[in-house]
């Protein structure tokens, strides 16, 4: 090992540890300490989201507004979708995460990716739960008794239900630091209609409806006290803020914004998979290209 190794690893040492569910477990005299930081160490951890730069508006030259879908059952974006219950574990999947949100009102939850109707979340039960009667319910209606809760079936949309999330993004280049950019403007978990989740008749690639849509910048701090679990190095965690930023995902462009209102890939390109994936690269190739023909003279 040279001198510029020790240096190395005498600096990486230095650094402070993140908050993880690991914080203090060599420390802790009981099972209840373990991931309970000092007041020290709070104080010395700088535990905040990184701050978007400001971008004037006369500074981007270009820019592309795009929808992508993120599919839950490719492994690169697993750590958006487990754990799939909080039982047990300090962790939470992003479903979770942005449903806490919006369930204590940090968070504004809206009724699409444009952001013009904001929805409470006693205006989500419909689309989050589903409650429903059994004939032997109706009986005991019907003969002016009162319905036992056994009677009365509830079905509510879970961590486990949650297929896919779309997420709203703009591409731009800054001219200012010439450089192609991208900023997550909003974000929406995907999930079966409840009223029809456990129908089989039902196409499951047809039963699939927008939970709720959440504005990411406000979402930012949240996402960053959430932490995702690192298959690399449990003792250093990142935050879904991080990853989300980071473009650690897989997404396909699934909408562009256009002439003819926004619409869908599958809008134009009809019943044919393969040529609905070939146009969403063709998209994504035309933005990559946007950055080289800008240092084309």
């Known amino acids: 090992m040279n001198w510029k190794s020790v240096l190395i690893v005498a600096a990486v040492g230095c650094l402070p540890l993140s908050l993880s569910a690991q914080a203090n477990i060599l420390n802790a005299r009981s099972p209840e300490e373990v991931g309970r930081k000092t007041s020290a160490q709070i104080a010395a951890d700088d535990d905040k989201p990184l701050a978007y730069g400001y971008v004037d508006d006369r500074d981007i030259l270009w820019s592309k507004t795009v929808w992508e879908v993120i599919d839950l059952d490719e492994r690169v974006n697993f750590p958006l979708y487990y754990p799939t219950d909080t039982i047990g574990t300090d962790r939470q999947s992003l479903y979770y995460t942005l449903l806490k949100g919006v369930k204590s009102g940090k968070l504004d939850a809206y009724t699409d990716s444009y952001f013009t109707e904001k929805r409470k979340f006693t205006e989500l039960t419909a689309t989050l739960a589903k409650v429903d009667t059994t004939d032997l319910g109706y009986e005991q209606i019907n003969a002016g008794e009162q319905l036992s809760e ?148």
Do not use: C, T
């Not at 997420?167 to 731009?172: A, Q, S």
């Not at 001219?175 to 991208?182: M, N």
């Not at 029809?196 to 849509?213: A, H, Q, R």
């Not at 949240?222 to 897989?250: E, G, T």
């Open 150 to 297: 056994e009677f009365v079936n509830r079905r509510d949309i879970s961590g486990a239900d949650i297929e896919e999330f779309r997420v709203k993004g703009i591409w731009y280049f800054d001219k200012r630091q010439g450089e192609l950019k991208y900023r997550i403007l909003g974000i929406a978990p995907v999930a079966p209609d409840v009223n029809f989740i456990d129908d089989e008749s039902v196409n499951p690639g047809e039963n699939k409806v927008e939970l709720f849509w959440v504005w990411y910048p406000s979402a930012r701090q949240l996402l960053h006290d959430a932490k995702v679990f690192n298959s690399r190095n449990s003792a250093q965690p990142i935050s879904f803020d991080m990853l989300l930023n980071a473009r650690r995902f897989n997404g396909v462009i699934y909408r562009e914004d256009n002439v003819q209102g926004d619409r869908n890939i599958n809008e134009y390109i009809f019943d044919n998979a393969l040529f609905q994936l070939l146009e969403a690269n063709r998209i994504k190739e035309s933005i990559r290209d946007r950055e080289q023909d800008m240092w084309a003279y």
